[in-house]
């Protein structure tokens, strides 16, 4: 192979590294399912929260009286909600709204209890 083939296969490669270092890490904006979690984790601490006020979680999200995009996913699906006594489930199924999935794609679920009166 020629110095000049060489030269030019190296600096591809190197093109295509950068390409692929850009897209894993230097992407502006927040990863979708960072943005589901966040909003997972807030949803719980709203229900903690009416629960210690009213002695028992909310029968829906929608009591808690927050905007409607703090109630959905990453890609507008609306999650969840489940109580059975003092424990409550928030979850979504991902991307792919089906059960399971890795990455984008996994469910993403929080469980927790609630104090009741």
Known sequence: MSENKKSNLIIFGLIVVMVVVY?????KGENPATITTQRLNHLKSEVIAWSEEKG???QSLSELGLEESALVDHIGTPFTYNVSGSRVSISTPGADKKP?????????VVTFEVNTK
Do not use: E, L, V, Y
């Not at 399971?100 to 993403?108: E, L, Q, S, T, V």
């Open 56 to 58: 028992a979680p909310p």
């Open 23 to 27: 897209f894993a890490f230097g992407r």
């Open 100 to 108: 399971g999935g890795i990455m984008f794609k996994a469910d993403r």
